[in-house]
T-cell receptor, first 113, second 117 residues
């Protein structure tokens, strides 16, 4: 596609369930990033990949959060045993290797009830 | 660690008026500076960026920003706004350097610009 695609756009889940959020980056973009944006806040860095290698996961809040990018293209952010505090907009971005310009998707709005 | 402060959470202005959205940052190392815009129901879009060189940076849609190292500021300006500029604007920084260290953006909380007719 022309841009970064995220799915689903909206996800409502019950507390304790696992969720998987998908990101399809711009074709040919080597680098992929995940951010989380709480209401009224700016996005906060979660994790970053170059190709299939997870380079930095320092922003993942705890071990319920994990991300993968097995073939260096599509990435999945998984949240296990969701809690209400996980409710937020989850944003994915991609860029060419070493580029300072990241292109963002529309995000996935996660609501944990 | 870096931090970004956007001093105004909301800025209402009338159409064709000038606007300035303020951004200050804190960092112990050199940074790159960015402004992103988010229109309703869309993703973040890069408006402009400062990497090096001229401190006045021009971006899309008639916006510009000026890097002021002594004041650690990167304020966004537009001389005459349109209704279509209504959106949320985010200032962000990343650390300069090689090895991909510039990948991690630190964002401010955002400023909601509302342009009224």
């Amino acid at each position: 596609g022309a841009g970064v695609s995220q799915s689903p756009r909206y996800k409502v889940t019950k507390r304790g369930q696992d969720v998987a959020l998908r990101c399809d980056p711009i074709s040919g973009h080597v680098s992929l990033y995940w951010y989380r944006q709480a209401l009224g806040q700016g996005p906060e860095f979660l994790t970053y990949f170059n190709y299939e290698a997870q380079q930095d996961k320092s922003g993942l809040p705890n071990d319920r959060f994990s991300a993968e990018r097995p073939e260096g293209s599509i990435s999945t952010l998984t949240i296990q045993r969701t809690e209400q505090r996980d409710s937020a907009m989850y944003r994915c971005a991609s860029s060419s290797f070493g580029s300072t310009e990241a292109f963002f998707g529309q995000g996935t709005r996660l609501t944990v009830v | 660690a870096q931090s970004v402060t956007q001093l105004d959470s909301q800025v209402p202005v009338f159409e064709e008026a000038p606007v300035e959205l303020r951004c200050n940052y804190s960092s112990s190392v050199s940074v790159y500076l960015f402004w992103y815009v988010q229109y309703p129901n869309q993703g973040l879009q890069l408006l402009l960026k400062y990497l090096s060189g001229s401190t006045l940076v021009k971006g899309i849609n008639g916006f510009e920003a000026e890097f002021n190292k002594s004041q650690t500021s990167f304020h966004l300006r537009k001389p005459s706004v349109h209704i279509s500029d209504t959106a949320e604007y985010f200032c962000a920084v990343s650390v300069t350097g090689s090895g991909g260290s510039n990948y991690k953006l630190t964002f401010g909380k955002g400023t909601l610009l509302t342009v009224n007719p």
